[in-house]
Each structure stands twice: as structure tokens, then as C-alpha cells.
């Protein structure tokens, strides 16, 4: 099983209905794939886990960076994971309020000096966790 975890910035202020809309395409998409994970948004960027097999995620992911709706497209995290994490969700979806996507991104920021410094093999997985443990407890799903 393979994960692909980024971030990007959204062109212009997406609509809840147009959110709604891209998680409708990207559900059936995903099922069609048996491709799982999870998209959040908030502050104006996104952040999106894919898992699947690694051709179809590595494909998937080349169409999503060439998506006109979003621009800095930043890789988090690209390899190898025991399991999915989203595994019921062809596609979960939480558009955050501003200060928990701050928190949030702020755990795995890639800008950060010591991002790319060694760290434990499960830090990819434990951040998958930490993802999945924070959008359950969130009551906004749109």
C-alpha cells in the first residue's frame, strides 16, 4: 500500500458548493481507483492524503498537481504504509476553521528546518493517525 500526503494553496475562495462538488467528483473517482484518504481545507489551503497502490496513486496525483483550483502544490510525505488509515473513505472530507488547519499543518510543516532530518520510520504513519484521529472528532463534515 502507498500514500502520497501534500499541500496546496487554493486559487481564489472555494464555495462550500463547489467544495461539495469536488469531493462528490473525487468520491467516485476514488471508488472507481480503490483509492481512500482524505482532504482538508481551511485558510485558504489544502491539505489531501491519497492511499492505494502505488501506480494509481502516483498517476492520480499527477492529474490532482495539474488541477487549476490549486497552485503551490508542496509533497508532505510519498511511500510505503503497512495499511490504510482511510480505508471506509474513498474520499473523507473537514473544511477547518483557520486556527485548527494552522495547528494542524503546524505538526507536519514542511518548512520547518528539521522536517527532512531523520526521524522514525513511523513518523508518516503517525501522522496518518494524527489526521484521521483529528477529522473524527470534528462535527462539520460538509
Do not use: C
Not at 2 to 26: D, K, N
Not at 40 to 62: N, S
Amino acid at each position: 500500500m502507498h500514500h502520497i500526503v501534500y499541500q496546496s494553496s487554493a486559487v481564489g475562495e472555494p464555495t462550500a458548493a463547489s467544495l461539495r462538488l469536488l469531493l462528490q467528483h473525487s468520491r467516485i473517482k476514488n471508488g472507481r481507483l480503490n483509492v481512500t484518504g482524505l482532504l482538508l481545507y481551511g485558510k485558504g489551503e489544502f491539505l489531501q492524503v491519497l492511499e492505494g497502490e502505488t501506480d494509481v496513486v502516483r498517476a492520480l496525483y499527477e492529474t490532482i498537481k495539474l488541477d487549476h483550483r490549486h497552485k503551490d502544490v508542496a509533497t508532505l510525505s510519498d511511500g510505503i504504509i503497512p495499511v490504510r488509515v482511510f480505508k471506509d473513505w474513498t474520499m473523507g472530507f473537514q473544511q477547518l476553521a483557520d486556527e485548527d488547519f494552522v495547528r494542524l499543518v503546524g505538526y507536519i510543516d514542511p518548512y520547518r528546518p528539521t522536517f527532512l532530518a531523520p526521524h522514525p520510520a513511523d513518523t508518516d504513519e503517525s501522522m496518518l493517525w494524527l489526521l484521521r484521529s483529528f477529522v473524527a472528532n470534528q462535527s462539520s463534515w460538509v
